[in-house]
Structures are given as structure tokens and as C-alpha cells.
């Protein structure tokens, strides 16, 4: 069971280059959701999905696309990269049950430097 | 909207004594849950206790245990007898029950000194 994985872990993009960071989890979990942590700073939601073919935007979604196709895929996608982009970010999947505080599993991250 | 504020960026506790980080949120549901999680060094996320709105009594796992005071929007989390391994960043969230959406307050650095 590998959980939440997500590649590329590191990664340096040229000012408007494009990019797509990868997410899987093979845990048949229907909330996605995709974080970024800027350095000494908290998560901000970007976005996320609460099944296939469902997405909607969070607190900074500006400069990112995202598309869930399937349960177990949630790319997210960077066009025309600016330095702004720099952070680590987070992928992260929980099943949604209802009424209950289930837990939410993290990715291991992806560091982004946008030069 | 939802936010979520941790007024504490640092705080230094002694080993085995007792630290309370604070957090407060705001919010118009009444169908929502909290939650704490601890980032070491190594950036990980990892659960440390969590907390449902209709639940009134304060949950504890373990050496950790929450003050959740539903009418004033505050959930602290208190870590008793503190060890060095509890040193890391901790951060408040707050999901909504009828989104989903899981947001996070800006963290707080906890340090122990032996």
C-alpha cells in the first residue's frame, strides 16, 4: 500500500515554462487535494476534488489548472511558471466520510524553484 | 470564508513540562471539525489529534489533549511532559463538513530545550 505518492520530488523550472506535478493514491479515496507551503509559512489550498470529475478552487488557485479523471489521479497543473511559484507543495487524500473527522493522508511533497 | 489563525509563530517549552500552542477560527458553519498536525524537519504531515464540533467533551491522545471552546472559535492544543521528539512545527486546520475543504493556520514553531 504506497498511499499518497507524488512526482517529480524536486524540480527547476525557467521563468514561463509549464509543468505538471503528479499525485496518485491507491487507497479508492475520494477527497483530493492540493496544498502549497511557502518557506516557514502554512499550507495554502489550491485546490481540490471531492470525486472524479469534480474540482473546485481553494484559497490561491491563480496560476494552476487541475483535472481528476479518475479516483486515483489528481495532477495539478502549472502553465507560464513565475518565481511566485516557488514552494513545496502537497498532495493530500482522505476517503470523505460523512459526518466523521477521517483522517487525511499527506504526499511526501514536490520542491519547485522557479528561476 | 473560513480562516484560521495561530497568534504564536515560536514557542520554547522545557523537556517534561507542559506547552499550550493557541488557535482560533472563524466560521459561520456549524458542521465542521479540527484538527492538529505536527511537520518535523523532514516536511512530513502527521496527524496529532483531531476534534468533531458536535463533540463536547476535549479529545486526548495520549500526551496531547485539546481545549475546545466552541462559542469563543478556540481549539489549543496542549502536549504534556514534552520530549525532544514533539519539536517541530504544528499547525491548527479547520474542515468544513459540508465542503470539505481543509484549511491551515499559519503554524508555530515549537522548540524544546533539554
Known amino acids: 500500500n504506497a498511499g499518497v505518492t507524488q512526482t517529480p520530488k524536486f524540480r527547476i523550472l525557467k521563468i514561463g515554462q509549464s509543468m505538471t506535478l503528479q499525485c496518485t493514491q491507491d487507497m479508492n479515496h475520494n477527497y483530493m487535494y492540493w496544498y502549497r507551503q511557502d518557506p516557514g509559512m502554512g499550507l495554502k489550498l489550491i485546490y481540490y476534488s471531492v470525486g472524479a470529475g469534480i474540482t473546485d478552487k481553494g484559497e490561491v488557485p491563480n496560476g494552476y489548472n487541475v483535472s481528476r479523471s479518475t479516483t486515483e489521479d489528481f495532477p495539478l497543473r502549472l502553465e507560464l511558471a513565475a518565481p511566485s511559484q516557488t514552494s513545496v507543495y502537497f498532495c493530500?487524500?482522505?476517503?470523505?466520510?460523512?459526518?466523521?473527522?477521517?483522517?487525511?493522508?499527506f504526499g511526501p511533497g514536490t520542491r519547485l524553484t522557479v528561476l | 470564508a473560513q480562516t484560521v489563525t495561530q497568534s504564536q509563530p515560536e514557542m520554547s517549552v522545557q523537556e517534561a513540562e507542559t506547552v499550550t500552542l493557541s488557535c482560533t477560527y472563524d466560521t459561520s458553519e456549524s458542521d465542521y471539525y479540527l484538527f492538529w498536525y505536527k511537520q518535523p524537519p523532514s516536511r512530513q504531515m502527521i496527524l496529532v489529534i483531531r476534534q468533531e464540533a458536535y463533540k463536547q467533551q476535549n479529545a486526548t491522545e495520549n500526551r496531547f489533549s485539546v481545549n475546545f471552546q466552541k462559542a469563543a472559535k478556540s481549539f489549543s492544543l496542549k502536549i504534556s511532559d514534552s520530549q525532544l521528539g514533539d519539536a517541530a512545527m504544528y499547525f491548527c486546520?479547520?474542515?468544513?463538513?459540508?465542503?470539505?475543504?481543509?484549511?491551515f493556520g499559519q503554524g508555530t514553531t515549537l522548540q524544546v530545550k533539554p
Open positions: 493530500a487524500s482522505r476517503k470523505g466520510l460523512a459526518g466523521s473527522a477521517d483522517t487525511q493522508y
Open positions: 486546520a479547520y474542515r468544513s463538513g459540508n465542503t470539505g475543504k481543509l484549511i
